[in-house]
């Protein structure tokens, strides 16, 4: 016999478009994300853009959310989404941070 835990309950007709909808929206919020967030730092905006990048991701762990619980998730999926999206908050900050250094011990 199949564990009932294991079994989750059928995603329903109604929920398709709107898990279709917030899926793009993960990626179209995420893009912009880390777009602001890369074009404050190479100084092509300017800082005071910072925070609609984080707006943005924010938005990105909403649609992020309504997506997991219409799809009905399990814990561990939930938990593997939360690691996720803090992966992709700070994923940013390291890849720059790592140009940064890069540029420091080869430009002087």
């Not at 100084?43 to 992020?64: G, Q, R, S, V």
């Not at 399990?74 to 250094?101: E, N, R, S």
């Amino acid at each position: 016999m199949i564990d009932p835990a294991v079994i989750r309950p059928e995603i329903a007709l109604d929920d398709f478009l709107p898990i279709f909808v917030s899926s793009a929206l993960v990626l179209i919020f995420g893009g912009f994300y880390v777009g602001i967030y890369t074009a404050v730092k190479v100084k092509m905006l300017k800082k005071w853009m910072m925070p609609f990048a984080y707006l943005f991701w924010l938005l990105t762990c909403y649609c992020l959310y309504i997506m997991g619980s219409l799809m009905h998730v399990g814990d561990f999926t939930a938990k593997a989404l939360v690691v996720a999206m803090i992966g992709y908050l700070l994923l940013p900050h390291a890849v720059y941070y790592m140009q940064d250094q890069v540029h420091q011990k080869n430009e002087h």
